[in-house]
């Protein structure tokens, strides 16, 4: 059973920078999808950024393109969201989600994932 632990969230101001790491633990994650998710008070989960096993493909949101950057770290059992020029809209809950599913591009739906941490919150004030 695979369990998924976030952390690196905080308090920012606007235009500042966070690193959100994913540990995976109980077996490898090399080979499946990742992707973090967030949540909002008040607003329905949302997709964030995913990446393939191999890195080799990502895909963002609208939202966050050109700010964000996911990578992964499979010899660590690790997934990272780097969030730059943050804003106060991106003030939320973030999560990390494992998909079993090999897929050549990581899905925006969350109820294809299977696997998710218990997320770690970023605020961020203007």
């Known amino acids: 059973q695979v369990q998924l632990e976030e952390s690196g969230g905080g308090l920012v101001q606007a235009g500042d920078s966070l690193r959100l790491s994913c540990a995976a633990s109980?077996?490898?994650?090399?080979?499946?999808?990742m992707a973090w998710f967030r949540q909002a008070s008040g607003k329905e989960r949302e997709f964030v950024a995913g990446i393939t096993w191999n890195g080799g493909r990502t895909n963002y949101a609208d939202a966050v393109k050109g700010r964000f950057t996911i990578s992964r770290d499979n010899t660590k059992n690790m997934v990272y969201l780097q969030l730059n020029s943050l804003k106060p809209e991106d003030t939320a809950v973030y999560y990390c989600a494992l998909s079993w599913k090999l897929l050549v591009t990581a899905p925006i739906q969350s109820n294809e994932y299977e696997r998710w941490g218990q997320g770690t919150q970023v605020t961020v004030s203007s």
């Open positions: 109980g077996r490898t994650v090399s080979i499946y999808t």
